[in-house]
């Protein structure tokens, strides 16, 4: 059986887009926030947030986080998460619509989240430094050296192809998370 703590496989993350029945609103969010905690009980969940709707009677997102695929099965075969499901049922408006990403999909996603509610750019450039900068003088220091004998180009290529899987997989996801109140920093939480 897949250990849904798995350190190796990729995280997820999984947007639901739904909308509150009129006049439901605040209902709708308290049922969400119950649902989260509810998830928080699960082995696997990384975290969760609700992004309300820009504009009245819109959709809201709730986005969800897994340390992986199996971590997220377990929670959608869980009996906790058919309650939940229900009483939502009863304050929104249809089923939710759901999308899932995960690993360098993420990247090439549009924004899940109004542009008002991003990080500042000076800050995910910040974020995105603190990375790259170890990850490559980790990897030209190490790795560099033995690939001296290969041409320049494929040398480049296998160099650069191993820094982008670090990025991806390591140490971009442990930086944003362990740097999400910075990143967050000024913004409202739910």
């Not at 703590?5 to 639901?16: G, K, Q």
């Not at 969940?45 to 709707?53: A, C, Y």
């Not at 619509?97 to 690993?103: M, P, V």
């Amino acid at each position: 059986m897949n250990d849904p703590t798995n350190e190796t496989a990729p995280s997820v993350t999984r947007i639901a887009r739904r909308r509150a029945l009129p006049g439901h609103e605040a209902e709708y969010e308290s049922r969400v926030r119950a649902m989260l905690a509810r998830m928080r009980t699960f082995k696997g969940f990384l975290g969760g947030d609700i992004i309300p709707p820009e504009q009245p009677g819109g959709d809201y997102q709730i986005v969800t986080r897994f340390a992986s695929e199996a971590a997220l099965d377990v929670w959608d075969r869980s009996e906790a998460r058919m309650q939940c499901l229900e009483r939502l049922r009863e304050v929104a408006d249809g089923e939710p619509a759901f999308r899932k990403l995960s690993g360098l999909e993420a990247w090439f996603e549009p924004a899940v989240v109004p542009a008002s509610m991003h990080p500042p750019r000076a800050r995910m450039a910040l974020v995105t430094w603190l990375g790259i900068f170890p990850t490559v003088s980790l990897v030209l220091w190490l790795v560099a050296p033995l690939l001296q004998a290969l041409p320049f180009l494929l040398r480049t290529a296998v160099l650069t192809a191993l820094i982008v899987v670090m990025m991806t997989w390591l140490v971009m996801p442990r930086l944003v998370r362990l740097l999400r109140g910075f990143l967050n920093q000024g913004h409202g939480k739910s």
